[in-house]
T-cell receptor
Framework: DTEVTQTPKHLVMGMTNKKSLKCEQH?????MYWYKQKAKKPPELMFV???????INESVPSRFSPECPNSSLLNLHLHALQPEDSALYLC?????????????FGQGTRLTVV | QKEVEQNSGPLSVPEGAIASLNCTYS??????FFWYRQYSGKSPELIMS????GDKEDGRFTAQLNKASQYVSLLIRDSQPSDSATYLC???????????FGTGTSLTVIP
């Protein structure tokens, strides 16, 4: 089973709203990732969690706030977003941080900021 | 961010032909390489991983890696219309904590 589950599948939010994206995996993976993908572009890495600790932040604006409450769950808290933040947000996980490990993606959350 | 380049296409091949997808990367220390398939509006799906120089075959797919040339490719034999998608090359950093994606190649298999 290589399932990564993301909720919600679609989200529309206003620029003053606060919302959260959720990602869950039960494969025992110890590395989890958030990516952002705009139309016709490749996924862009946002954050990496290794063993529930934030290991990489790719200079993401503070209006995006990640959280890893436990080894199975990854959240992305959203606040005061801009219309240009509208994109497909992808969560991925891999067995462990390090080379020679495959990453599996969830189905994504399609976010629209109005 | 490390550079991962792909021929952007679009690439069109007739059904039953071989599709060849190419990828080059700039970080000589990269150790792990992956091919993902992404259908329009869907998330990336892992097709192949390759870690050592040479060829790796899985069904109709063959990945080829040449670390000296910093080059990785994907061959799809007996292409089917269902193979029509964008193919993303991904390279893991030396630490393995970051997967960097290429720009993707759009493939269309014509029935």
């Amino acid at each position: 089973d290589t399932e990564v589950t993301q909720t919600p599948k679609h989200l529309v939010m206003g620029m003053t709203n606060k919302k959260s994206l959720k990602c869950e995996q039960h494969m025992g993976h110890r590395a989890m990732y958030w990516y952002k993908q705009k139309a016709k572009k490749p996924p862009e890495l946002m954050f990496v969690y290794s063993y529930e600790k934030l290991s990489i932040n790719e200079s993401v604006p503070s209006r995006f706030s990640p959280e890893c409450p436990n080894s199975s769950l990854l959240n992305l808290h959203l606040h005061a977003l801009q219309p240009e933040d509208s994109a497909l947000y992808l969560c991925a996980s891999s067995q462990f941080p390090g080379a020679d490990t495959e990453a599996f993606f969830g189905q994504g959350t399609r976010l629209t900021v109005v | 961010q490390k550079e991962v380049e792909q021929n952007s296409g679009p690439l069109s091949v007739p059904e039953g032909a071989i599709a060849s997808l190419n990828c080059t990367y700039s970080d000589r220390g990269s150790q792990s390489f992956f091919w993902y398939r992404q259908y329009s509006g869907k998330s990336p799906e892992l097709i192949m991983s390759i870690y050592s120089n040479g060829d790796k075959e899985d069904g109709r797919f063959t990945a080829q890696l040449n670390k000296a040339s910093q080059y990785v490719s994907l061959l799809i034999r007996d292409s089917q219309p269902s193979d029509s998608a964008t193919y993303l090359c991904a390279v893991a950093s030396v630490t393995g904590n970051q997967f960097y994606f290429g720009t993707g190649t759009s493939l269309t298999v014509i029935p």
